[in-house]
């Protein structure tokens, strides 16, 4: 796995960065790890195969975790799904779509222990 | 042949059209696409940015196609992308007994041995039965939105070029469609943008809209959910922003279903109110 030489390929292509996310000589150096289209050009044009994916995720990991993530850890902590799932099978059945079983809950939780949703 | 559907979080809630015309297609195709009972979320971006225990519920789908002895075809990019990258942690052998470890305990194990791919994978490997399939050449001009983590990284995707991939194009010309060259073509949505900011993700819907219509598009073709999430679930505060950035949004197994001479509402065409012209 290569190291960062700050050589700014990866912000050329970021879509974030071109929309004004404050972002230094490279994707890593970015203030906020979240605002991220996650369309991983930054890994694509590394000249030094550095894991971006991964460092984003760490630098992710220690900072603060936005209101939207929040909200869809809880959905997915409580349902098994990022977001609100209440009502779906109904919809289905009016569009002649087969109801699909969900998860069991109590699955989630033995598959997700630690997870915090912020 | 089979396949079990993934529809992934997006578009079982929000986009029953997509699926119907997948379904449609897929079956033209002779492809049975099953039901995919008990999945749960692939973990998206949000597990893994606060857990390593993502793979576990990643896994999880990995395991349930696995005992069902069927490959994955998905809907989504981020879906197909993260299914793929549990694929790959599970080559490693002390990851795999960690994982199967926590799989045990729901009664599941994982070899890793189930095939994942986007339907646009499945659809440009039986390129000449969609050929075949095309009964009625559509007189319309689109613009592509090429999902793209099931180009990116190119080493996960394993398919197409990660920059101008080539397969949606490939599949969309042979409908009769003219599919238009737009300047913003090979960028990301932004969607996801939408997750930290409104404005980011809105602005680049407009710009992108509006490029492809400038490029005299009649509609934009999207082959993932959160692409439709930004374009047609937020047409309207996109137009507030830039009101000529108008165009329907069409999932690809719709245009592909209309070459086909399936109708319109056997389509899902309809639940959105979706009118080409």
Not at chain 2, 14 to 40: K, M, S, T
Not at chain 2, 66 to 80: K, N, P, W
Not at chain 2, 108 to 123: Q, T
Not at chain 2, 239 to 246: D, G, L, Q, V
Request: glycine share 8%; net charge neutral; aromatic share 6%.
């Amino acid at each position: 796995m290569g190291e960062c030489t700050r050589c700014g390929a990866c912000v050329r292509v970021c879509i974030a960065a071109r929309r004004g996310t404050p972002t230094g000589a490279s994707v890593l150096e970015r203030e906020d790890p979240f605002t991220c289209a996650g369309c991983w050009k930054c890994v694509e044009a590394c000249p030094e195969g550095v894991d971006i994916y991964a460092l984003m995720l760490e630098a992710r990991r220690r900072g603060r975790l936005p209101e939207s993530f929040s909200f869809a850890l809880r959905n997915i902590l409580d349902t098994g799904y990022s977001m609100p799932v209440r009502g779906v099978n109904a919809i289905r059945e009016m569009y002649g779509l087969p109801p699909i079983r969900r998860v069991k809950p109590e699955v989630v939780r033995k598959l997700l222990r630690d997870v915090k949703p912020g | 042949m089979e396949c079990l559907l993934y529809l992934g979080c997006m578009v079982y809630n929000r986009f029953p059209d997509y699926e119907i015309a997948a379904r449609a297609v897929l079956a033209r195709l002779g492809i049975e696409a099953r039901d995919f009972h008990d999945f749960a979320c692939c973990s998206s971006t949000f597990l893994p940015s606060v857990s390593d225990e993502w793979l576990y519920l990643a896994s999880y789908n990995l395991a349930l196609a696995e005992r069902r002895g069927m490959d994955i075809v998905s809907l989504c990019g981020t879906c197909t992308g993260m299914l793929r990258r549990a694929l790959r942690e599970l080559r490693d052998g002390e990851v795999r007994d960690r994982v199967n470890s926590r799989l045990a305990e729901v009664g599941l194990e994982v070899a890793g041995s189930a095939g994942v791919a986007h339907l646009i994978e499945v659809l440009i490997q039986h390129r000449e039965k969609v050929e075949r399939e095309v009964s009625t050449p559509l007189k319309l001009r689109v613009a592509l939105q090429h999902p793209c983590n099931v180009f990116r990284p190119a080493e996960l995707a394993g398919f197409d070029d990660p920059w101008r991939p080539r397969a949606m194009r490939e599949l969309a010309e042979l409908t009769g469609a003219e599919v238009v060259d737009y300047p913003l073509e090979y960028e990301c949505c932004g969607s996801t943008l939408l997750l930290t900011s409104e404005e980011m993700g809105i602005s680049s819907g407009a710009d992108k809209l509006l490029s492809a219509r400038e490029a005299g598009a009649q509609a934009m073709v999207v082959s993932c959910g959160n692409c439709a999430y930004l374009f047609d679930r937020h047409l309207q505060e996109i137009r507030a922003r830039r009101a000529e950035a108008e165009l329907p949004t069409l999932f690809l197994p719709q245009l592909l279903g209309l070459s086909f001479g399936i109708s319109a509402r056997e389509l899902g065409l309809d639940i959105r109110g979706v009118e080409l012209g």
